[in-house]
């Protein structure tokens, strides 16, 4: 029955990793080829997934593919500075990718480097003005890592008339009347 549980496990795992990514982690939706050769990801645990990526990478250098999704397995389990060596990586082949930009900026937010975050966030702006994500992460770091309360309530804005029916948006709503008192003491 352990076992069964365990299976069970991992296949709500793969599949909230492969078909969610990090969307609670404020991953878009970036555009996939098809799945590498071989294995079968969603099959297997995190670990294995792991190992399997980093064949693939080490047979083919320049699938961005196999580096993103290397990344956001990193990024889901916490692992940041791994995450950040395989995004970078992926930018290299990719640099117009607003998405892995949004999600390389949250693990240096992560893993202290709000500058670097902010970087990346105004990279993904200006390759996609349109990412809502990029606004939302960009109003996160300025208020609370960087205390420009102004800024950040902007953004904000921004990311609520971009996605005014996202699942955040009242606890967004809330946090800018907080700022808004903030910057008027």
Do not use: W
């Not at 064949?55 to 389990?77: H, Q, S, V, W």
């Not at 003005?129 to 904000?156: M, Q, S, T, W």
């Not at 955040?168 to 003491?185: F, M, P, T, V, Y």
């Amino acid at each position: 029955m352990k076992n069964l549980a365990s299976i069970a496990l991992i296949i709500l795992l793969s599949v909230a990793v492969n078909l969610y990514g990090c969307k609670d982690s404020n991953r878009g939706t970036a555009p996939q080829q098809q799945p590498p050769a071989g294995k079968q990801l969603h099959s297997l645990n995190v670990e294995e997934q792991i190992n399997t990526l980093r064949e693939i990478i080490a047979k083919e250098p320049e699938n961005t593919t196999a580096l993103i999704r290397l990344g956001n397995i990193f990024m889901d389990t916490k692992r940041c500075k791994e995450a950040i060596t395989y995004y970078t990586r992926a930018l290299r082949l990719e640099p117009e990718n607003a998405d892995v930009r949004v999600d390389l900026g949250t693990c240096y937010r992560r893993t202290g480097q709000p500058e670097k975050a902010i970087e990346e966030y105004r990279k993904a702006i200006e390759i996609n003005p349109g990412h809502p994500y990029a606004h939302r992460n960009y109003a996160v770091v300025l208020a609370f890592d960087l205390n420009k309360p102004v800024e950040a309530i902007g953004e904000f804005q921004t990311y609520l008339r971009l996605s005014p029916d996202a699942p955040d948006a009242d606890q967004i709503k809330k946090i800018i009347i907080e700022l808004s008192q903030r910057k008027q003491q």
